[in-house]
Nanobody, 125 residues
């Protein structure tokens, strides 16, 4: 069974930080493209940050560039998203997702093969 399990979400004040973690199992983690996708109430899914199997040059949405950092540890089968200088508009459910296809420097919000259940991130003003 393929599992992607997110942790680390919660409530934080604007300007604060959170670190999301995603643990994968049931598939060849090291060969998969992994990303963080978020969805705020009433809005479409947004590819926040994605990272290829070879790590390479991660993708960041313009809205998070310079504030978020993605990393992966293939040996531990984890991907983390360090989120700094959080803003109220970062409030959303954040999903960890995986794709067999390597989108290299992209982050397609609706083209991933496997999804976690999502975790809430709430940033208060």
């Amino acid at each position: 069974e393929v599992l992607l399990v997110e942790s680390g979400g919660g409530l934080v004040q604007a300007g604060g930080s959170l670190r999301l973690s995603c643990a994968g199992s049931g598939f060849d983690f090291a060969t998969y493209f992994i990303g963080w996708i978020r969805q705020a109430p009433g809005k479409e899914r947004e590819g926040v940050s994605c990272i290829s199997p070879s790590i390479g040059s991660p993708y960041y949405a313009d809205s998070v560039q310079g504030r978020f950092t993605i990393s992966r540890d293939n040996g531990r089968r984890t991907v983390e998203l360090q989120m700094n200088s959080l803003k109220p508009e970062d409030t959303a459910v954040y999903y960890c997702a995986a794709s067999y296809l390597d989108y290299e420097s992209g982050c397609p919000a609706n083209a991933m093969d496997y999804w976690g259940k999502g975790i809430q991130v709430t940033v208060s003003s």
